[in-house]
C-alpha cells in the first residue's frame, strides 16, 4: 500500500467533507448502518475466522471476548451510528463570540482536525466507531487494527465504502493500512506517526504496550487513550450491599475492557464485613470464567488474613499493585483511611476512572477533587466510562491526558477552534 498516496486521498475527501451539510453526512452514515447489516453474513463469517486463527495462536479467551462479533454486537455497532447520526454537527458552531473596542468582530468556530489516524487492537467494533465519529466531525480516518481482526475489518470497511457510494458520500473519506504480512511488520505505523504534514492526529487505541510505542514514536500530535489501571475503594460508610454489586460489575462483566476494576481498596473498619460476600459473588461465575472461585484474587497481607485458605485467593507480589490484568484477575488493598486510599490511587492508577462507594457526602467530594483521574465515579460502577453510555453515540476511545481531550472522546474530541475575525478595513495602529 503506498500510504503516500493514500494519504493524498484522505486529505482531499477531508477537504470535501468540512463543505458537506450535516444532513449528507447524516445520510451516509445511515447509508452506512444499512450496508452494514446487509454484509452481516459476510462480517460475521470474517470474524469467525479471526477468531478461529486468534484461538489456534493462543489468544486468551479475555482477549478474544473483544475481538469476537455476533449478532448482538452487530445490532449495537448500526444502532451507535443511528444515534451518532442524530446528534448535533459540531461543525461550524460558534461557542464564543464578541466584538472589541475598535469594532472587529470575532468569533470561535468549530472546525475539523482533517486527517486522523486510528491504530488500534483487535476490536472490530472500533473501526466502525472511528469511522462513524470521524465521518461525523467532516474528518478523513486512516484506521490501522491489528492483524489478528484483519479478515473483520477488511469485510467491515467494503462495507462502509458500499454504503458511502449509495449515498453519494465520500468513499476516499475511510482507508485501511493492512499489517504487513512478512519483514517489519509495524512500518506502516511508524510511517504513519512520523507522517507530520500528512496526518494531523494520532489515536492509539489499545494496551499498554500500544500507547507507550504510538507516544514514544510519533512525530505527529498524539491523543493518549491510556490503558485502564482502575479502582474502586469500599469507603467506611460505604453500604455494603452496594459495595458488593458495584464490585462484581465493575470486574465481571468484560474484564478485558479499559474500563474493569483491577483493584480493589476496602477500609480495614468494612473489610471483613464487605471482602467474604465479594469473593462469594465472584464464585458463581467459576464456570463462566473457567477459575475456580470465578476471579483470581491477589491480596496484601490484611486482605489474604480475611479470603486465604480458597484455591483463587493468592498473595499479592509487588508487580500487582499498579497492574492491569485484563482478565479475571483481581487486587485487593485493605487501608486505613480516605487519605491513604486516594494517595495509593494517584501513584498507582492511570488517570483513567476509578470510584469510591460512601454514605458520606464530604467523602465522596473529597475524593472526586482529589482524585487525579478523567473520570471519578461516587456510587456507580466505573463501567459506565463509555461514549454510547455518555451519550455521545459512541468514542474513539478514553483519553487520558489533559489537554485537547479528556475522558470519553466523542465528536467534539475531532474537531478544534478557529477564529474567524470581521472587519472594515481595519489596520492596526
Known amino acids: 500500500m503506498n500510504l503516500e498516496a493514500v494519504c493524498s486521498r484522505l486529505r482531499a475527501a477531508s477537504d470535501r467533507l468540512a ?24 462480517i460475521l463469517a470474517a470474524n469467525a475466522r479471526d477468531v478461529a486463527q486468534a484461538r489456534s495462536g493462543g489468544m486468551r479467551e479475555s482477549l478474544i471476548a473483544r475481538l469476537a462479533l455476533d449478532d448482538a454486537g452487530l445490532d449495537d455497532i448500526i444502532a451507535a451510528i443511528g444515534k451518532l447520526a442524530a446528534q448535533t454537527d459540531p461543525i461550524g458552531e460558534i461557542p464564543a463570540g464578541w466584538t472589541v473596542p475598535n469594532g472587529l468582530q470575532i468569533r470561535q468556530v468549530r472546525v475539523p482536525l482533517g486527517v486522523a489516524a486510528v491504530i488500534y487492537e483487535s476490536r472490530p467494533n472500533v473501526t466502525v466507531d472511528a469511522f462513524a465519529l470521524a465521518y461525523k466531525s467532516s474528518n478523513a480516518v486512516l ?27 465520500e468513499t476516499d473519506a475511510v482507508a485501511l493500512s493492512e499489517p504487513p ?5 509495524h512500518a506502516d505505523v511508524d510511517w504513519i506517526l512520523n507522517a507530520v504534514g500528512k496526518i494531523d492526529v494520532a489515536l492509539p487505541r489499545g494496551g499498554a504496550a500500544l500507547i507507550k510505542r504510538v507516544v514514544e514514536t510519533a512525530r505527529v500530535p498524539v491523543i493518549e487513550t491510556g490503558s485502564g489501571v482502575c479502582h474502586v475503594y469500599i469507603d467506611e460508610t460505604a453500604n455494603a450491599a452496594m459495595a458488593v454489586a458495584i ?13 474493569a476494576l483491577e483493584c480493589l481498596l476496602v477500609h480495614a473498619s468494612r473489610a471483613e464485613e464487605v471482602l467474604p460476600p465479594i ?26 488474613a480475611i479470603l486465604g485458605g480458597a ?61 487525579d483521574s478523567a473520570c471519578v465515579y461516587v456510587n456507580a460502577s466505573i463501567r459506565f466510562t463509555d461514549g454510547g453510555e455518555f451519550g455521545m453515540g459512541a468514542e474513539l476511545g478514553i483519553s487520558t491526558q489533559k489537554l485537547h481531550a479528556r475522558g470519553p472522546m466523542g465528536i467534539t474530541a475531532l474537531t478544534t477552534i478557529k477564529y474567524y475575525i470581521d472587519g472594515e478595513g481595519h489596520v492596526r495602529p
Open 19 to 42: 463543505q458537506c451539510t450535516a444532513d449528507q453526512k447524516n445520510r451516509a452514515l445511515l447509508a452506512v448502518g444499512d450496508a452494514l447489516n446487509d454484509s452481516r453474513k459476510e
Open 143 to 169: 484506521l490501522r487494527g491489528s492483524s489478528s481482526a484483519l479478515e473483520s475489518n477488511r469485510t467491515i470497511v467494503s462495507a462502509i465504502r458500499k454504503g458511502l457510494s449509495a449515498a453519494g458520500g
Open 181 to 185: 504480512v512478512q519483514g517489519d511488520t
Open 247 to 259: 464490585a462484581e460489575n465493575s470486574k465481571i462483566q468484560k474484564p478485558a475492557a479499559c474500563n
Open 279 to 304: 469473593k462469594e459473588a465472584f464464585e458463581k461465575y467459576a464456570d463462566k470464567t473457567g477459575r475456580p472461585g470465578g476471579v483470581e484474587i491477589r491480596c496484601d497481607e490484611r486482605s489474604f
Open 311 to 371: 484455591e483463587n485467593v493468592v498473595r499479592a507480589t509487588d508487580t500487582d499493585w499498579g497492574f492491569e490484568f485484563v482478565d479475571y484477575i483481581m487486587a485487593i488493598r485493605v487501608v486505613d483511611s480516605l487519605d491513604e486510599a486516594i494517595g495509593y490511587i494517584n501513584t498507582h492508577n492511570t488517570k483513567h476512572s476509578d470510584a469510591i462507594i460512601t454514605e458520606s457526602r464530604t467523602n465522596a467530594r473529597r475524593f472526586q477533587q482529589r482524585v
